[in-house]
């Protein structure tokens, strides 16, 4: 066999490197190399990214499937999605500051012990009074941007699709100052 697609057999078989990895979620695309529930998994958010089908169950893009510790599932064989695995020894979430204003009305899609999954979305030109958000994984669904007033500052950002981000918490104003509305997937862990 040649050298070259031994290489491909060898590098086919080694599990994805995840797009993030911290103290508390390892994200995986288009892998899940945690639906077979190993211990160091913990709870399990499967995102669809477009058309895929989990478990049976057909899933179209920004829908959420989530899963306890210890409950196996069967990835999906084609499409694009992404595996968010919440580390069961994550560090503990200090919670916000007295007076903190909470953080808007996004739709809760899945409310667990130590996370709660939201769809955020804003029309173009909403603009969201000062609120909190606390530690979470952020997921673009849309090509966008989005103006923050965070401590004073002001910056306007690019929502890129498909891109998955850490975010600190933090007290902001928003605003949706792009082309089209603002879709995005949080994972945002309680305290």
Not at 149 to 174: F, N, Q
């Amino acid at each position: 066999m040649d050298k070259m697609l031994l290489a491909l057999l060898f590098l086919q078989g080694m599990p994805a490197s995840p797009l993030l990895d911290n103290d508390f979620v390892r994200v995986f695309k288009d892998s899940a190399p945690c639906a077979s529930a190993a211990p160091s998994c913990g709870d399990r958010v499967v995102i669809a990214l477009g058309s895929v089908e989990l478990n049976g169950q057909k899933m179209e893009r920004g829908e959420v499937k989530a899963f306890k510790a210890g409950e196996r599932y069967a990835a999906p064989k084609a499409g694009n999605f992404l595996e968010v695995a919440i580390k069961p020894a994550h560090p503990k979430v200090m919670p916000p500051g007295a007076g903190t204003p909470p953080p808007p009305g996004n739709k809760i899609l899945y409310d667990g012990k130590d996370f709660t999954v939201f769809s955020e979305n804003m029309q173009i030109g909403e603009y969201s009074a000062p609120h909190s958000h606390n530690l979470r994984v952020a997921i673009f669904l849309n090509d966008t941007q989005v103006q923050q007033w965070t401590d004073g500052k002001e910056e306007t950002r690019e929502l890129v699709p498909d891109t998955v981000i850490w975010r600190p918490a933090v007290v902001h104003a928003s605003k949706d100052v792009g082309k089209l509305p603002i879709h995005n997937i949080l994972i945002e862990f309680k305290p």
